[in-house]
């Protein structure tokens, strides 16, 4: 299977080729470069485009007195709820301090406590301040200013803006050696063209949009595992949907679709309480962290509240902050462009979709089962995050992960393949159904599914999936994307039939020992899919 789009009209070739210009495209390029070749960055929208620039919270790295990588890795993995791979971890915590500081040297400057240290602080599961942070709650915004200046410094990086890539070009071997992407471009290379490399990384971010309420920008539409997918490749954990508990909820409905503000766990870590529809605390008691419980309790419980007193929202109590403006000047403006002063006045929140915790499924050098292809960042499913990604986990395993990949693609690189003709079927699928689809993934395979709510939205989507289009577009190409993704989580969400992290079923609220399993599926260029799970032990 592969989207519809025109014949390419005009090449262009590097060494490796890195899709998305967040933490984890900019970082790959820039070790890519380290080893001396030749870079293509392309990126769908504007280079600073991505979720990364609206990162908040901030960076987590075992760099406090008495903190250690150990005390990082206990974090991560209770968060994961058993399904952490291991090995993954240990190289995320112990790889990890040495990544921030290479992205010290890189530029990015972090805030300081007035002793001249680097500030640490707390967000949800980590027992230990260790969340570095920049601008206050701006910490992607800074991660984003200092990798895209030193990729600008590098000349050996060609980077090519409102460049969508389609789909993956295969050699006779199967094996990956390029891309085609549409450029909105001008002179020699606009509309479709190829982009041949030895090598190709994935790091197309998350994919928010597939539901009606993300935190994730427009840009967020799961691209790269979709094309992963018709590659090929196998993807995993895709049932694990992080919801971030602390969204600003708007009291406006033309206002509640799409990307929304998020207020980081930031917040709560300098000590917002939160609070229900009768103005008691209500995670008291629920986890011995309370208000810092990892997120997916913490998303439970606000959804149940809210479900419990017919209520949208529950209310983030940040009054007490003395210093908030300085301390989140971002979340301050937005509360503010919103009417509300959370100096003086309660913040309505409710959870809103955060975060792929699954993706690609990769090696620990980010390779996927695919050759020639890797995949890196919220894209990828390193098996480091298990059933619910801890805080600040992610920009840290873009940094972690992206080096990784380089040593793994400098040390073996092969000659440049040539692409044979795909000639299996092409999908496109009609843009018009974007919302339809939002709304039915929001509705079936939210924050909590059963096998009724799953079947209804996989029915639903049947029907949404036979509306093709035979005009190419970017609309298309992402909605096709969105399409084949929710059908993915919807398969793997009701297979799941238990309780764990961030996937919550009704209909089976416990957690069971026989589901230490990651559901990894496939899709056929028959366009069928194949399922298989992987025991994982910890
Ligand atoms: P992104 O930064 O999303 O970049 C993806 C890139 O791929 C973009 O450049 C995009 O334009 C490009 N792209 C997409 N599709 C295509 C295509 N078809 N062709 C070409 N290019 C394409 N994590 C933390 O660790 N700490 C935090 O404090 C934190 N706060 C967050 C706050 C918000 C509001 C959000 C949304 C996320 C937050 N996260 C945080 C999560 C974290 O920001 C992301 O997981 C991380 O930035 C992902 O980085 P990435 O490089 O994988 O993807
Ligand atoms: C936040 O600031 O709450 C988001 C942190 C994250 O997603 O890791």
Same mark, same amino acid.
């Given at each position: 299977m592969k989207l519809l789009a025109a014949n390419p009209g005009w090449t262009v070739q590097a060494d490796v080729i890195v899709i998305g210009s967040g933490v984890a495209g900019l970082t790959t390029a820039l070790n890519l470069r380290a080893a001396n070749l030749s870079v293509l960055l392309v990126t769908k929208a504007n280079i600073d485009e991505g979720s990364t620039k609206w990162a908040q919270g901030g960076i987590a790295a075992a760099l406090g007195p008495g903190d250690s990588p150990d005390q990082h890795k206990s974090?991560?993995?209770?968060?994961?709820?058993?399904?952490?791979?291991?090995?993954?971890?240990?190289?995320?915590?112990?790889?990890? @301090?040495?990544?921030?500081?290479? &992205?010290?040297?890189?530029?990015?400057?972090?805030? +300081?406590?007035?002793?001249?240290?680097?500030? &640490?602080?707390?967000?949800?599961?980590h027992h230990r301040n260790r969340i570095l942070h920049a601008g206050?709650?701006?910490?992607?915004?800074? /991660?984003?200013?200092?990798?895209?200046?030193?990729?600008? =410094?590098?000349?050996g990086i060609e980077v090519i803006e409102h460049a969508l890539v389609i789909d993956a070009l295969q050699d006779a071997s199967g094996r990956v050696c390029g891309v085609t992407v549409h450029v909105i471009g001008e002179g020699s290379r606009d509309g479709v063209g190829q982009a041949l490399a030895r090598a190709v990384v994935i790091a197309t971010g998350g994919l928010g949009q597939v539901y009606s309420q993300t935190t994730n920008p427009s840009v967020s539409t799961g691209d790269g595992v979709a094309m992963a997918l018709r590659a090929g490749a196998e993807v995993a954990d895709v049932e694990f949907i992080q919801f971030h508990p602390t969204v600003l909820w708007r009291d406006n409905p033309a206002?509640?679709?799409?990307q929304q503000p998020l207020i980081s766990?930031?917040?709560?870590?300098?000590?917002?309480?939160? &609070?229900?529809? +009768?103005?008691?605390? %209500?995670?008291?008691? +629920?986890?011995?962290?309370?208000?810092?419980? @990892?997120?997916?309790? /913490?998303?439970? *419980?606000?959804?149940?509240?809210?479900k419990g007193a017919n209520v949208p929202h529950m209310w983030l109590d940040a009054t007490h902050i003395?210093? %908030?403006?300085?301390?989140?000047?971002?979340?301050?403006?937005?509360?503010?462009?919103?009417?509300?002063?959370?100096?003086?006045?309660?913040?309505p929140v409710a959870p809103a979709s955060h975060y792929a915790s699954?993706?690609?499924?990769?090696?620990?050098?980010?390779?996927?089962?695919?050759?020639?292809?890797?995949?890196?960042?919220?894209?990828?499913?390193?098996?480091?995050?298990?059933?619910?990604?801890?805080?600040?986990?992610?920009?840290?395993?873009?940094?972690? %992960?992206?080096?990784?990949?380089?040593? =793994?693609?400098?040390? *073996?690189? @092969?000659?440049?393949?040539? @692409?044979?003709?795909?000639? *299996?079927?092409?999908?496109?699928i009609d843009p018009a159904i974007r919302l339809s689809?939002?709304?039915?993934?929001?509705?079936?395979?939210?924050?909590?599914?059963?096998?009724?709510s799953l079947k209804e939205t996989l029915a639903q989507l049947e029907q949404l999936g036979k509306r093709r289009s035979t005009q190419p577009c970017i609309e298309a190409w992402e909605v096709s994307n969105l399409y084949l993704l929710a059908v993915a989580i919807v398969r793997s969400a009701l297979l799941r039939t238990e309780s764990r992290g961030s996937h919550w079923r009704s209909d089976y609220p416990d957690t069971s020992p026989t589901w230490k399993k990651r559901i990894v599926q496939k899709f056929g260029v028959d366009a069928q899919w194949s399922t298989s799970e992987i025991e994982v032990k910890n």
């Amino acid at each position: 299977m592969k989207l519809l789009a025109a014949n390419p009209g005009w090449t262009v070739q590097a060494d490796v080729i890195v899709i998305g210009s967040g933490v984890a495209g900019l970082t790959t390029a820039l070790n890519l470069r380290a080893a001396n070749l030749s870079v293509l960055l392309v990126t769908k929208a504007n280079i600073d485009e991505g979720s990364t620039k609206w990162a908040q919270g901030g960076i987590a790295a075992a760099l406090g007195p008495g903190d250690s990588p150990d005390q990082h890795k206990s974090d991560t993995l209770i968060a994961g709820a058993g399904l952490c791979d291991a090995e993954a971890v240990n190289v995320l915590v112990t790889q990890g @301090p040495e990544a921030v500081r290479k &992205l010290i040297a890189r530029g990015a400057v972090f805030d +300081k406590s007035d002793s001249g240290e680097i500030d &640490l602080t707390r967000e949800g599961g980590h027992h230990r301040n260790r969340i570095l942070h920049a601008g206050g709650d701006a910490t992607g915004a800074e /991660v984003s200013r200092a990798l895209l200046a030193a990729v600008n =410094d590098d000349h050996g990086i060609e980077v090519i803006e409102h460049a969508l890539v389609i789909d993956a070009l295969q050699d006779a071997s199967g094996r990956v050696c390029g891309v085609t992407v549409h450029v909105i471009g001008e002179g020699s290379r606009d509309g479709v063209g190829q982009a041949l490399a030895r090598a190709v990384v994935i790091a197309t971010g998350g994919l928010g949009q597939v539901y009606s309420q993300t935190t994730n920008p427009s840009v967020s539409t799961g691209d790269g595992v979709a094309m992963a997918l018709r590659a090929g490749a196998e993807v995993a954990d895709v049932e694990f949907i992080q919801f971030h508990p602390t969204v600003l909820w708007r009291d406006n409905p033309a206002g509640q679709e799409g990307q929304q503000p998020l207020i980081s766990e930031a917040v709560r870590g300098e000590g917002a309480l939160l &609070l229900n529809h +009768k103005g008691e605390r %209500f995670m008291v008691g +629920k986890h011995e962290l309370a208000e810092l419980a @990892p997120r997916d309790i /913490v998303a439970k *419980e606000i959804f149940n509240q809210m479900k419990g007193a017919n209520v949208p929202h529950m209310w983030l109590d940040a009054t007490h902050i003395h210093d %908030f403006v300085e301390r989140f000047p971002t979340i301050f403006q937005s509360c503010i462009d919103n009417g509300i002063d959370p100096r003086v006045q309660l913040i309505p929140v409710a959870p809103a979709s955060h975060y792929a915790s699954g993706g690609v499924l990769v090696d620990l050098h980010g390779r996927t089962s695919v050759p020639g292809l890797y995949a890196c960042g919220e894209t990828a499913c390193t098996g480091a995050h298990g059933a619910n990604r801890l805080a600040s986990n992610s920009l840290l395993e873009g940094l972690v %992960f992206g080096a990784a990949i380089a040593e =793994d693609i400098a040390r *073996e690189l @092969p000659a440049q393949g040539t @692409p044979v003709q795909r000639s *299996e079927e092409s999908l496109l699928i009609d843009p018009a159904i974007r919302l339809s689809l939002q709304l039915s993934m929001t509705e079936g395979a939210g924050v909590l599914r059963s096998e009724a709510s799953l079947k209804e939205t996989l029915a639903q989507l049947e029907q949404l999936g036979k509306r093709r289009s035979t005009q190419p577009c970017i609309e298309a190409w992402e909605v096709s994307n969105l399409y084949l993704l929710a059908v993915a989580i919807v398969r793997s969400a009701l297979l799941r039939t238990e309780s764990r992290g961030s996937h919550w079923r009704s209909d089976y609220p416990d957690t069971s020992p026989t589901w230490k399993k990651r559901i990894v599926q496939k899709f056929g260029v028959d366009a069928q899919w194949s399922t298989s799970e992987i025991e994982v032990k910890n």
